[in-house]
């Protein structure tokens, strides 16, 4: 990989440094030497000299501009990096150098314009790549690291670290799709990673295939069978198959894994609702509610059909009221069908 320094260094030839050099050329190559040994206040000075006589030599802004964000002058670099540009829009290095300076300015969105435009004309400069993947990691601007996040995967680089978060970006935008192809090649080439295969369940259950997904998180659970968010997610996909005794089976065996998991016990009174058993699925839920059970909103709902269908209107309509507080809005429904509100 290509360090920023190295852009730098490769720029310059080695030159004798003298101090009686007069002509143009010798106070350019000057300030380049300057540059090379890393006497950036020197180097300063000769390009601050040389842009003031030769305005119009983009060279000369564009090497001034270097000098000071090697000082880290990064504010008054910027000045002379948009003047070099200004004058010469086809210099595609300051745009590289100006996105620096616009970075530790905290002017991210044109740094990352700036190394949007580098990676025009070097498209297979590692550095820019992450570079430009990183700044847009931290500006959620999933497009431009998704893109640098292919490159990167596509060139070898970045290793098991790398997919993770590219795969992360695609699930949390949305992009189950090509999060899914994306884990299946790399199951393609390291088959025996159950992690991935693990991954990939949660993928699929997001995308609402819930029988590859169990597919995959039954693969995952041969290598770890007590790991409890892959069991939560087996019995997710049974449920949502419906595969009810199955269910029953598997959240009776989480429960006894985590006795005071109150999610558990919410989850059971929801399959002993779709079984008709109003008394054992109100006790469920009392328990999760005792325990602080996660999506509260859908366990009121839930207790609210058990206690409606014990013939406990009063105090089903009182639940449905808490659920619907609490964001669960099915449970506006039955407030209007079944407790006139």
């Not at 985590?258 to 469920?284: I, M």
């Amino acid at each position: 990989m290509k360090a920023f320094g190295l852009w730098i260094a490769l720029l310059f030839l080695s030159q004798p440094f003298t101090l009686e050099a007069q002509s143009e050329s010798e106070r350019y190559e000057l300030g380049l030497m300057a540059l090379k040994e890393g006497k950036y206040t020197d180097a300063k000075k000769v390009f601050y000299q040389l842009r003031s006589q030769y305005p119009q030599n983009s060279q000369y802004w564009y090497l001034s501009g270097m000098s000071k964000i090697q000082l880290k002058d990064y504010s008054s670099a910027l000045v002379d990096l948009n003047k070099a540009i200004s004058i010469n829009p086809e210099l595609q290095d300051a745009y590289l150098f100006r996105h620096l300076a616009n970075k530790e300015t905290r002017n991210f969105q044109f740094a990352l314009a700036d190394i949007g435009k580098y990676i025009e004309y070097e498209p297979n400069d590692t550095a820019a790549r992450w570079s430009r993947y990183q700044l847009a990691m931290y500006m959620k601007e999933y497009e431009e690291a998704v893109q640098d996040g292919s490159w990167l995967i596509n060139n070898k680089l970045g290793g098991d670290s790398l997919l993770e978060s590219q795969i992360t970006l695609l699930e949390e935008s949305g992009n189950y799709r090509n999060a899914i192809d994306l884990l299946s090649q790399i199951i393609k080439r390291d088959a025996d990673n159950p992690n991935w295969y693990r991954k990939r369940a949660f993928l699929y259950f997001a995308a609402a295939n819930h029988q590859r997904s169990l597919n995959d998180i039954e693969r995952f659970l041969i290598t770890d069978p007590k790991n409890i968010s892959a069991l939560k997610l087996r019995f997710d996909n049974h449920f949502y198959l419906r595969n009810l005794p199955t269910c029953e089976k598997y959240v009776v065996e989480l429960i006894d894994l985590e006795p005071k998991n109150g999610t558990f016990h919410g989850d059971y009174g929801h399959v002993l609702l779709q079984k008709g058993d109003w008394e054992r699925a109100e006790k469920s839920f009392e328990k999760a509610i005792k325990l602080k059970s996660d999506a509260l909103g859908y366990i009121y709902l839930g207790r609210g059909i058990a206690r409606f269908n014990k013939g406990d209107k009063v105090n089903a309509c009182s639940d449905w009221e808490r659920a619907l507080i609490l964001g669960e809005m099915v449970a506006r429904n039955y407030l209007i069908k079944y407790c006139n509100r």
